[in-house]
Every structure is written in structure tokens, then in C-alpha cells.
């Protein structure tokens, strides 16, 4: 039978970052591709989620979370953020970032308006954006440091305008956006009426730089949603808590999409993270430790094998150059390194606007436990200069 399928899916494949981990599980390498996060989860979040099941909180939850986690989320906003929140009426708990981005996009976007992202880009965003049948008007960031032209960001707004993207610290670039640059960004869009939509997964993520919400910003505050979760922070990415932050009339609606769409984020699961934002300030000031440790590292035994590390400001992911003539492009760098040494990485390619910006990179993930890590630095060391 012919599958007939909507045009909207006829073009959309599986991730290289899925592909390249496949093949990585299948030879038993290291996987450095895909940020899943593969640490142990702090044992209060553990504990409370057992706890939660152990006492049968097994059903539906309010459509916008339970309460405890939106209190919780409240008093993170207020405290890390600077943004405050009302937990009954601008808080939504969703499956994941990747709900809250895609019950977002549902909410404030029709088919045929126009969306600015910066490239390099995470791939999820734009693919949900082309999904449900959005126009992506990129603007270029450019390496070491992912600076990106004032002119050309205010040259994407248009008419046909309606938001623009921001995701920080950003995946793959590990760029960390200035309170300046958000200043920016939140004057343009109140000049051509847009929403800013930030995704801010990896907030806790940052070395040297501070995190800085677009939301806290007094230009801004009317229309951001701004977007975040449990996954990266808890190293619980397979829980799927999520949740955005925007005035009380958006939730109200991204709450009614998220309950016809996924109807709740697993309820015991919920109370787990709730218990984790109770973790004290030692917590976030460890992890942050833990992982600048292994971007030196990373950094380190990628100069060693004559790479060109660009050393990001934020999250667990680091692109990195190689020489022209090493490999005949980024998928080839890819496929190579996992048949040379056992190791998964992610063709630079597959993020840019024009993928001929990132024939010349990979993108490693360090989001590993130390000994993991230590046997991929090993492993890539091994690698032969050239191929």
C-alpha cells in the first residue's frame, strides 16, 4: 500500500546525532555525539521520585503540572533567574523542553510566519519550526567566539516576522548570550512586534560568563517565553520534565496545546524534580566544577590531534575545526574517527544554516562520567594526523 504520507514529513529523517549513536552502541565506542547526559542523577531527585511512586502518585496531573514543581519553578525563576512568576497562572510543566518548544511554536505561530534563528543552530528547533510549516530566516554566528552582525540580525525583521529564537547557552556552540546582545535582541522585536521564544536548558551550564534570561529584562518581559527543564541540570534526560515561563494568557494556552498534545509530563517524575530544586547553591557551583575539568581535558587532547577546539562559555558541547585535506568533509571526519578509534561525534554540518560553514567541524559532547571521558581522550589521541 502506498503510505501516502503528509507532505510535511516527506523530507524529515533521522538526526546524524541519532545515526552516528547507533552506530557508536553497535561497535561498543564512546559515545561523545549525542548529550544525553550520562551521569548519576542526585540521589534527593531519585529518592523523591520512588517515594512518589511508592505512594501511587500515578495518575494524570493538572494539565500545567503539579503544583509543588510549579511553586518550586517559581522560587528558581525568582532567585536565578530574575523573573517572577506566578506558579497558578505563568508556569507550565511540559514533556520536556522539546514539548514546551513545539506547544510554543503552536501557540504563537500560524503556518507561513517567519522565525529568526541564529546558526549553527540545534537541529530539534528548526525541524519542529519546518514541521509545522514555518519559515526560518537565519542569522550567522560566526567561531572562535560566535559573534554575530548587529546589521544582519536587525536586516531579518520583516513584516512577516513573528519570532525570533534564542537558545542559551546554545547547542553546539556553547555561546552565552550578553545582557547586552538580549537588549538588543528585545528592542528589535518590540519594534516589529515579535515574541521571543529562549530556550535556556543549560543555564546552570556557564564558565566565567553569567547567565542572563531575556525574560528579566524590563523591554522584554511582555513577550518572552522562556523555556527550560530538568534534563541537562539532573542528568535525568529520559525523565522528559520540561516547562515554559510567559504572561498568564500564553500559558494558558501552551498549557490546553501540552494537554492535547502529551496531556502531562510523568508525575512521579514531577515530584522528583521538585525535590531537586530544593538542592542548595554547592550543587550548581560542583557541577559547573565538574564540567569546565572535563572541557579542558576535551580541549586539551583535541590540540594534541591537531584540532582547533572553539572553547565554549556554556553547556557540555564544544565544536571543533580540522585542517582542510584531513578529511574530505565533516561526515567523513565523523565516520573515520568512530572506524579509527571508537569514538562518536557529530558532523559540524549538520548545524549551519549552510552546511558548507561546518564542513571543517564536529561537534563532541563531554556530558560523560570521568572514566568515560578519560577512555574517549585516550581513544582520540590514538588518532592518526592524517587520513
Not at 534570561?213 to 527543564?229: E, F, K
Request: charged share 25%; with cysteine.
Amino acid at each position: 500500500m502506498d503510505p501516502r504520507f503528509a507532505r510535511r514529513v516527506q523530507d524529515l529523517q533521522q538526526s546524524d546525532i541519532r545515526r552516528f549513536s547507533a552506530w557508536c552502541a553497535s561497535i561498543g565506542g564512546v559515545n561523545l555525539s549525542q548529550g544525553v547526559c550520562d551521569q548519576p542523577a542526585p540521589e534527593v531527585v531519585k529518592a523523591a521520585a520512588k517515594r512518589a511512586i511508592d505512594e501511587d502518585h500515578a495518575t494524570y496531573t493538572h494539565m500545567r503540572g503539579i503544583a509543588e514543581l510549579r511553586q518550586a519553578i517559581a522560587g528558581k525563576m525568582d532567585r536565578f533567574n530574575g523573573i517572577k512568576a506566578d506558579p497558578e497562572t505563568e508556569i507550565a510543566v511540559t514533556v520536556g523542553t522539546a514539548a514546551a518548544f513545539a506547544c510554543t511554536a503552536l501557540t504563537l505561530l500560524n503556518p507561513g510566519d517567519e522565525v529568526i534563528v541564529f546558526s549553527p543552530y540545534y537541529s530539534y528547533h528548526v525541524n519542529l519550526l519546518r514541521l509545522f510549516g514555518n519559515e526560518v530566516r537565519f542569522v550567522d554566528s560566526r567561531p572562535p567566539d560566535w559573534r554575530y552582525d548587529a546589521g544582519e540580525l536587525a536586516a531579518a525583521f520583516n513584516a512577516r516576522t513573528r519570532m525570533i529564537l534564542i537558545n542559551t547557552p546554545a547547542n553546539p556552540s556553547g555561546k552565552v548570550f550578553s545582557e547586552a546582545e538580549l537588549a538588543e535582541i528585545a528592542a528589535l522585536a518590540r519594534r516589529h512586534d515579535a515574541w521571543i521564544v529562549t530556550d535556556e536548558i543549560y543555564e546552570y551550564i556557564t564558565y566565567g560568563q553569567p547567565h542572563v534570561s531575556a525574560g528579566r529584562l524590563p523591554d522584554a518581559a511582555d513577550r518572552t517565553v522562556t523555556i527550560s527543564g530538568a534534563s541537562k541540570t539532573y542528568a535525568v534526560t529520559g525523565w522528559r520534565v520540561g516547562y515554559a515561563i510567559a504572561p498568564a494568557e500564553v500559558i494558558d494556552k501552551i498549557g490546553v496545546v501540552s494537554d492535547h498534545v502529551t496531556i502531562c509530563s510523568p508525575a512521579p517524575l514531577q515530584h522528583g524534580i521538585a525535590a531537586g530544586m530544593g538542592l542548595p547553591d554547592s550543587y550548581y557551583e560542583g557541577m559547573r566544577a565538574d564540567y569546565l575539568i572535563k572541557r579542558d581535558m576535551l580541549a586539551d587532547t583535541l590540540r594534541a590531534v591537531g584540532f582547533d577546539p572553539y572553547v565554549p562559555e556554556g553547556s557540555y558541547y564544544m565544536l571543533a575545526g580540522f585542517e582542510s585535506g584531513r578529511f574530505r568533509d565533516a561526515t567523513h571526519a565523523t565516520e573515520s574517527i568512530l572506524e579509527q578509534v571508537g569514538v562518536a561525534t557529530v558532523p559540524g554540518s549538520a548545524f549551519y544554516r549552510d552546511p558548507a560553514s561546518g564542513q571543517r567541524q564536529l561537534r563532541f559532547c563531554y556530558a560523560k562520567r570521568m572514566a568515560d571521558l578519560e577512555e574517549a581522550c585516550r581513544r582520540l589521541r590514538r588518532l592518526k594526523r592524517e587520513t
